[in-house]
């Protein structure tokens, strides 16, 4: 089993900056793709980030790319989202997951992951 627990979140202005980390405990990071997927009220979970076990390969949704950037560190067991240029629209409750399959596979798909967090709200202000 997998424990991730998400951090960083907050309220900013738009155009500002936000790092979102996840911290993973409980088996071998290293052995997990992770991802970060976005909820706001009275919507879908919707896909925004991920990395590969490694780092080497990452993919991003099309309303992200270019602004928000995915990292890891596996010797801490960590999985960060730095989140740039930020919009309104990016205000919601932003999940953190991992998966024992492949960014090869299509990681777009939350039933992908077999291990969640429980959300850190980031709200964007106008």
């Known amino acids: 089993q997998v424990q991730l627990v998400e951090s960083g979140g907050g309220l900013v202005q738009a155009g500002g900056s936000l790092r979102l980390s996840c911290a993973a405990s409980?088996?071998?990071?290293?052995?997990?793709?992770m991802g970060w997927f976005r909820q706001a009220p009275g919507k879908e979970r919707e896909f925004v980030a991920v990395?590969?076990?490694?780092?080497?390969?990452?993919d991003y949704a099309d309303s992200v790319k270019g602004r928000f950037t995915i990292s890891r560190d596996n010797a801490k067991s960590t999985v960060y989202l730095q989140m740039d240029g930020l919009k309104t629209g990016d205000t919601s409750n932003y999940y953190c997951?991992?998966?024992?399959?492949?960014?090869?596979?299509?990681?777009?798909?939350?039933?992908?992951?077999?291990?969640w967090g429980q959300g850190a709200q980031v709200t964007v202000s106008s």
């Open positions: 990395i590969s076990r490694g780092g080497g390969n990452r």
């Open positions: 997951a991992a998966s024992e399959n492949y960014v090869s596979d299509n990681l777009r798909s939350r039933r992908k992951y077999a291990y």
């Open positions: 409980g088996r071998t990071f290293s052995n997990y793709a």
